[in-house]
């Protein structure tokens, strides 16, 4: 099994950056994605292959990943940003997720 | 556009099986593989395992190996997944995901998810 650590909640204010970090044995070996999930909604693909951005999401949304440690950069964050984050990666074959992160918007 | 559209609510006693589908639509089934990721009542996402719609090779979380049975049906560009001796942990919506296996694979269409209730 293989482990990925988020902090449980940011909070930051409306048009600040807001950092969620994504933590893991050799993680900046690896491949990360970040998923988007509001509550009665789907997961959103928001970054994958660790910096890309699919097609229609923000350019304000970047991801970085180095070490053991991935990041999700949200700037000039607004309302809409407001849900609950989840890392994910891949190793010996299986995928995993990391715990999620509520993202407040103060 | 592409969409992944999966079947309804169902409710269960511990002990039944459940076999939940995802009817694929909008792009080549077969060009892409079907994850099944789970989330239970207040709980993270939790990843369930992986078929190809290609081949039928499956990928099985480690915690539910023996518990679980992916399947695909290439004609109505269906997956399904079977989750056996269920229990009232296993109560969480369950999506399926289309997407790869592997280091750089990821999940960029998901279904809407499917409500499964374990009780007694």
């Known amino acids: 099994s293989y482990e990925l650590s988020q902090p449980p909640s940011v909070s930051v204010s409306p048009g600040q950056t807001a950092s969620i970090t994504c933590s893991g044995d050799?993680?900046?070996?690896?491949?990360v994605s970040w998923y988007q999930h509001k509550p009665g909604q789907s997961p959103v693909v928001v970054i994958y292959?660790?910096?890309k951005r699919p097609s229609g999401i923000p350019e304000r949304l970047s991801g970085s990943n180095s070490g053991n440690t991935a990041t999700l950069t949200v700037s000039g964050t607004q309302a809409l940003d407001e849900a609950e984050y989840y890392c994910?990666?891949?190793?010996?074959?299986?995928?995993?997720f990391g715990g999620g992160t509520k993202l407040t918007v103060l | 556009q592409a969409q992944l559209v999966q079947s309804g609510a169902e409710v269960k006693k511990p002990g039944d099986s459940v076999k939940v589908s995802c009817k694929a639509s909008?792009?080549?089934?077969?060009?892409?593989?079907i994850s099944w990721v789970r989330q239970a009542p207040g709980q993270g996402l939790e990843w369930m395992g992986w078929i190809s719609a290609y081949n039928g090779n499956t990928i099985y979380a480690q915690r539910l190996q023996g518990r679980v049975t992916m399947t695909t049906d290439t004609s109505t560009s269906t997956a399904y997944m079977e989750l056996r001796s269920l229990r009232s942990d296993d109560t969480a919506v369950y999506f399926c995901?289309?997407?790869?296996?592997?280091?750089?694979?990821?999940?960029?269409?998901w279904g809407k998810g499917t409500t499964v209730t374990v009780s007694s």
């Open positions: 909008g792009y080549t089934f077969t060009s892409n593989g």
């Open positions: 050799e993680l900046g070996d690896k491949y």
């Open positions: 994910q990666a891949w190793d010996s074959g299986s995928a995993f």
């Open positions: 292959q660790n910096t």
């Open positions: 995901a289309r997407g790869g296996s592997g280091s750089a694979a990821y999940m960029d269409v």
